[in-house]
């Protein structure tokens, strides 16, 4: 009788745990579903000086450093990026070199269609930013030079236009290169 009790509360259990409502308190927290922005929001609180935030187009290749984590989202481009800049402006403790492909500025619309669209917009989430534009490949080496030491985070996007990457180096938002100089100057 006592076997028949149990295997009936066992039974109950898992039947109460397929159902919808009570789905996340019975899984394990690393199979909880979590929100993008959320993710973001607290990758930032730990990074800081050095480490990059990118975020890329659909081609963006899985790098096999471990230091270089991936993430895909399911949202817009564009949203991401103005999501990041505006997490960036907020932020006490970091602030941003940002890097766009040189070469977006030479992709023409008939290859590849609703580039003109996105550079605008772009320009205008990035107005007023400290903004610089290298050749894909440099940006490219000086990521992987920093993730020798220091992590990134890769946010893959679906955008499927050509040079689209929005490349975040961080620096420190409380001092600046100026600063730094000047108290070298003053130690020696």
Not at 12 to 37: F, G, M, P, Q, Y
Not at 79 to 88: C, M, P, R, T, Y
Not at 99 to 112: H, S, Y
Request: net charge negative; charged share 25%.
């Amino acid at each position: 009788m006592k076997g028949l009790i149990l295997g009936f509360l066992v039974l109950a259990l898992i039947a109460s745990c397929s159902t919808e409502k009570h789905h996340n308190a019975c899984n394990n927290d690393k199979t909880k579903v979590r929100n993008w922005k959320t993710d973001i929001s607290e990758t930032l609180k730990v990074f800081g000086h050095r480490n990059w935030i990118v975020i890329a187009d659909a081609a963006y290749p899985q790098q096999s450093n471990p230091a270089i984590q991936t993430i895909t989202i399911d949202a817009n481009q564009l949203e991401a990026v103005e999501f990041v800049n505006q997490l960036i402006d907020e932020a006490r403790h970091v602030d941003a070199n940002i890097f766009i492909d040189k070469e977006m500025a030479f992709v023409p619309e008939e290859n590849a269609s609703g580039i003109e669209s996105y550079r605008k917009a772009l320009h205008q989430i990035l107005e007023g930013e400290n903004v610089k534009t290298l050749l894909h490949e440099d940006i490219i080496r000086e990521l992987d030079a920093s993730a020798k030491l220091f992590n990134v985070l890769i946010i893959k996007t679906d955008l499927a236009i050509p040079y689209t990457s929005v490349f975040f180096q961080l620096e420190c938002g409380y001092w600046n290169g100026e600063a730094e100089k000047e108290l070298r100057n003053t130690i020696k």
